[in-house]
């Protein structure tokens, strides 16, 4: 076995190399139809690496575009004026493309790479609606509400910012985002005390949770890696503006660079190297919040700790039950996806670590983020905006929220309702009383084994709902069926509509800001300086990590044909039962409400976060949607 350098662990090449079977029973697998359409997109992914492989060598691996006339010729602007294809479709003719780039051993590698000309993505539809918009500070801010990754913005109730870690290991745990600039930067329009208390100040806060993984992945080559506050101000349209950001560096490990380093960068530079340096400093905050997108929001809080309510329910339940019967269609595939991704994805040296942030600590950074913050009181929608002071609850038990145009927030709440009336009709019918809840043998084992078993390091932790009544349970319940279908479809199905412009949501940072203070600064400066274009494409993926990357967030926003969505898949077992048949109807009226309530609020000019000249409008929690890469529908499950 070899040590893995950095772990005291060694590394079974029998159950860490990539494509090692995973174990499914039979009935989680995918169906026949769903299982050749994912031997297809596996095929692609694997393809597509596998193609790459001519070009796998350290040097060509860490190749940067040369332009971004470079990038843009990646895609087909023609693709955005043709009807939607299937996924399958659209696999086919890639792969038919990737077998006509393979050639014999005896044909030359320009051979092979002209073959590959042919080879295009479809322009994601960001940037089909507005070439520029990932160049804007106004897009930037407005997709920590309604983009890719909107379970991460907080609200400001605390200055100065202070951190927790011990600042003999890390360095100075206050931080450079003073009063003094932060007043500047809101052009003196109010104090900072003014502003936290009118609740005018946003952070995307990744200064503790990335700092102490700092110096090990700047041992990785071709990385690089900061602890970052990302401040914003709310202006009076309701949008967020972007007024500073926060990079620092840790101590390092003695003699090199033993020094912590932070220095805050701000928009309002009317000079070409300040305003250059803030655009450098936005692509490392975008890798950073790729990074923990994929790794928290999307890996460890839909996929990952799902799988305990699965297997307890296997185990526990029997097929009769009524909770089992309900919570059936929110677990299909579930399993099946997650070894896929144990294949190819999230394994080491795969996909994850090849291409995003934090590279092989990625699996210890989302172990991590468990750890300090996963509870499952804290997966309901309502709970989490709470908690990061995205809403406060009235007397009443209403939201108000504190942004009032956060797409989000806003239409994942018509989800939650609904899943919760649904619900309680449901445990209404079959419990009577609390006595028929803490009665129920099956379902208290399921439970049990859920917090004992599938979450056993936070077993005895004092916030986990207790099984006591009707409420507790309908609680429950909704929570579990909102991270499978709301919470996944809002951080999955944007994946490339967002992200496939990788410029928009670069998922890696390969090279560390030119003012970094370090033996080497004058000499990067002055290369920034003579050409800082290049300087930000070193800094973005490289050509390998970014096709790579396109590639797979493309398989992975599509729906499969035969999905199951909220409120048109019926289970038999409520259709034989008339009042679950009637229950069942009002989720499916209230669904269709919704989407017009949505389609309402992306045509309101006032709501400029979902609606405005170039904006993508917000359609993640609209149930319907046909197969491929829509940026929208809702199915029950965590199934892609």
């Known amino acids: 076995m070899e040590l893995i350098p950095g772990f005291a662990v060694y590394a079974d090449p029998s159950s860490e190399k990539a494509g090692n079977y995973v174990y499914v029973p039979k009935d989680e697998v995918f169906s026949p139809s769903d299982e050749l359409e994912f031997l297809l997109n596996k095929g692609l992914m694997s393809s597509t690496p596998g193609l790459w492989t001519m070009l796998d060598t350290s040097e060509r691996k860490s190749l940067s575009f040369p332009s971004f006339t470079a990038i843009d010729s990646l895609f087909d602007d023609t693709v955005v004026e043709q009807p939607p294809s299937t996924v399958s479709a659209m696999l086919v003719e890639m792969a038919r493309k990737l077998l006509n780039a393979w050639r014999p051993a005896s044909d030359t590698m320009e051979e092979a790479l002209q073959a590959l000309k042919g080879l295009k993505f479809e322009m994601p539809q960001l940037i ?4 520029f918009a990932w160049f804007r500070d106004e897009e930037f801010a407005r997709q920590t509400l309604s983009g890719l990754n909107p379970l991460s913005i907080q609200l400001v109730t605390e200055f100065p910012f202070v951190s927790k870690l011990d600042e003999k290991e890390y360095g100075p745990r206050e931080s450079g985002l003073t ?3 932060i007043e500047e930067q809101i052009g003196q329009a109010m104090t900072v005390e003014e502003a936290v208390e009118k609740k005018k100040l946003f952070m995307l806060d990744y200064h503790d949770m990335l700092l102490p993984f700092v110096n090990d992945v700047r041992e990785l080559d071709g990385t690089t890696l900061y602890g970052s506050r990302t401040l914003f101000f709310l202006t009076e349209q309701g949008t967020l503006r972007p007024i500073a950001i926060e990079l620092t560096r840790p101590k390092g490990k003695p003699p090199i660079l033993a020094e912590a380093w932070s220095q805050v960068f701000t928009p309002q530079q009317w000079d070409g190297t300040g305003s250059w340096l803030w655009k450098l400093a936005k692509a490392h905050v975008l890798a ?18 799902v799988e305990p309510y699965i297997i307890a329910a296997n185990r526990q339940l029997s097929r009769m039950h009524p909770i089992f019967r309900l919570l059936h269609p929110h677990f299909r595939y579930t399993m099946q996806i997650n070894a896929k991704s144990r294949e190819k994805l999230i394994n080491a040296d795969g996909i994850i670590e ?11 950074l989302s172990s991590a983020a468990y750890k300090e913050h996963w509870r499952f009181d804290m997966e309901a929608l309502p709970a989490d905006l709470i908690r990061r002071g995205m809403a406060v609850e009235e007397e009443d038990g209403t939201l108000t929220l504190t942004i009032k145009d956060y797409p989000y927030a806003n239409d994942g709440l018509l989800v939650w309702e609904s ?6 009709d449901y445990v209404k019918h079959y419990y009577s009383s609390a006595a028929d809840v803490t009665g129920d043998k099956e379902l208290n084992g399921w439970w049990d084994e859920v917090r004992t078993q599938g979450h056993a390091d936070k077993k005895d932790e004092p916030w986990w709902p207790k099984l006591d009544s009707r409420e507790s349970l309908v609680q429950v319940l909704t929570s579990i069926m909102w991270v499978t279908s709301g919470h996944h479809a809002a951080v999955n199905f944007a994946q490339y509509p967002l992200a496939g412009y990788f410029p928009n949501r670069p998922t890696i940072a390969r090279k560390k800001m030119p003012v970094e203070e370090g033996p080497d600064r004058a000499e990067h400066m002055a290369d920034f300086r003579a050409k800082p274009e290049k300087e930000l494409l070193e800094v973005f993926p490289s050509q390998f990590q970014a096709v790579l990357v396109m590639t797979v967030l493309h398989v992975l926003s599509s729906h499969w044909p035969d999905e199951q969505h909220m409120g048109r898949h019926v289970e038999p077992a409520w259709e034989a039962d008339p009042i679950i048949k009637s229950a069942f109807q009002k989720l499916q009226d209230n669904m269709l409400k919704n989407e ?8 309101a000019g006032d709501l400029r976060n979902r609606c405005g000249a ?5 359609e993640l929690f609209k149930r319907s949607s046909g197969a491929g890469d829509t940026g929208k529908g809702l199915p029950y499950s965590i199934s892609i």
């Open 419 to 424: 899943i919760k009336e649904w619900t309680s």
């Open 128 to 131: 089909a609606s507005d070439r």
């Open 354 to 364: 090849r291409a995003f942030s934090p590279g092989r600590y990625s699996m210890m």
């Open 288 to 305: 950073h919040d790729s990074g923990y997108h994929q790794l928290v929001n999307h890996w460890l809080r839909t996929h990952c700790c």
């Open 596 to 603: 017009e309530i949505i389609d309402e609020r992306n045509g």
């Open 179 to 181: 009063k003094e600039l």
């Open 614 to 618: 170039g904006v993508m409008p917000y």
